[in-house]
């Protein structure tokens, strides 16, 4: 090994570029590409399969092939060494690792069948009167309202409402889960101002998700307690139980709120498409896939290999921490025709928007369903979305999401 791969850069070994990899003096994590990264996607695809990044002696990949083989592939490509940079095997993570998200088979797989079957389309369903009962509850409420602030009056409003409910918390705290969110989710980027930021409010945050997490705060048959049941049936440790609780509490939240918040961004951007989808309302689920595959509420996530491999004829060193960007990904042209347009009527089926392979995101019927109750709503009371000043983003570590988006709700009429 070179003297560079011996040092440690933010939590990982670094390696050198693989012959032939082009190498490109960027940060990803400016704050600029991130609020605004449609360029840096295309130049990154244009530049090949992968790139090399010396700030943090990584490598990227922005097209569909490879990253969807990358992100995919969990015996070359693990996520038990972590996400984000820092290299499990060298370094502990912030807080304990997630045992959904950040192991392997075949440990991996008997916890997620336990959340598979507490998430199953079918609990959805019977969850389906108080989605949407909440859901037109809180359009028929801020259609009558002139100026619309839909981050804060919809897009985190309905999930902070609905999810404590939902996975049966008896103290509730919208602020609190949503801050833990930004916690988890910015973590895995490098120790920029972003994570220092989100992690800053640690302090008031952990202890309380780690209280909401205990068997006793709880109610009886709420998603958290069905949980605990397969504790009681041996199926998981009891504290397995509370780490999964955990992985809701944490999961559960920002990517509903960002999903919600793109899906109006989308429509008000393109009226057109609202249009067609208020004359053909079966449209609703095709809507809200191509939201995700358009504006990948979670742009990126990493991988690392754990032996020396190959990829599209690179060869990749063990220990190589590769971020695959998502976002990327979904906007690649040679997968999807036009990438850059929204088409509510685009074949979409395949899109990395909820991840892929054995880590595909677990809480996606939960999202579904939630999004969908908010659409079902939009499409039965309102009859435009419009801007009604500058939407802005804010700079996430691995989550792209609207910090503001005013827009006016006219009303359908009666």
């Known amino acids: 090994m070179t003297s560079l791969e011996k040092t440690l850069i933010e939590g990982h070994l670094a390696v050198e570029a693989p012959a032939g990899v082009p190498v490109w003096d960027i940060d990803p994590y400016d704050a600029d590409i991130l609020e605004n990264p449609a360029a840096f996607y295309s130049e990154l695809r244009a530049k090949g399969p992968f790139v090399y990044i010396p700030k943090y002696a990584i490598l990227i990949c922005g ?52 959340m598979a079957k507490v998430l199953s389309p079918k609990v959805m369903r019977e969850q389906t009167e108080l989605f949407e009962a909440l859901a037109n509850e809180l359009i028929a409420e801020v259609v009558e309202q002139d100026e619309i602030e839909a981050v804060a009056d919809i897009a985190e409003r309905y999930p902070t409402t609905v999810f404590p409910r939902i996975l049966g918390l008896k103290e509730s705290n919208g602020q609190h889960l949503l801050d833990y969110g930004a916690m988890v989710f910015d973590s895995v980027g490098p120790d920029n101002q972003i994570r220092r930021n989100a992690l800053a409010n640690g302090g008031a945050v952990v202890p309380w998700i780690m209280e909401q997490c205990k068997r006793d705060n709880l109610v009886v048959g709420g998603l958290g307690d069905e949980i605990y049941q397969y504790a009681d049936d041996g199926t998981i440790s009891e504290d397995q139980a509370g780490l999964l609780v955990r992985s809701l509490l944490s999961a559960g939240v920002d990517t509903t709120v960002t999903g919600i918040g793109s899906l109006l961004y989308c429509l008000a951007e393109n009226p057109e498409q609202y249009e067609l989808l208020k004359q053909q309302p079966e449209l609703a689920r095709p809507t809200f896939e191509e939201v ?123």
């Open 292 to 414: 995700l595959r358009y504006t990948s509420p979670v742009h990126s996530f990493f991988r690392t290999a754990n032996e020396d491999t190959e990829v599209s004829g690179v060869k990749i060193q063990e220990d190589t921490k590769i971020l695959c960007l998502l976002a990327s990904a979904n906007l690649d042209e040679e997968q999807w025709p036009c990438a850059p347009d929204f088409d509510i009527t685009r074949k979409v089926k395949g899109h990395l928007g909820m991840g892929v392979g054995v880590h595909g995101c677990v809480g996606q019927n939960l999202a579904r369903a939630e999004v969908g109750a908010v659409l079902q709503a939009i499409l039965a009371q309102v009859d435009k979305i419009e801007f009604n000043g500058t939407p802005e983003w804010r700079p996430g570590n691995s989550i792209r999401s609207l910090s503001s988006l005013p827009i006016k709700l006219t009303k359908k009429a009666a």
């Open 63 to 114: 097209r569909f092939k490879e990253t969807k083989e990358v992100f995919s592939d969990h015996a070359r490509f693990v996520s038990s060494r972590g996400v984000g940079l820092v290299d499990f095997k060298l370094a502990d993570p912030w807080r304990p690792a997630s045992i959904i998200l950040e192991v392997d088979p075949p440990e991996h797989t008997h916890v997620r069948r336990v």
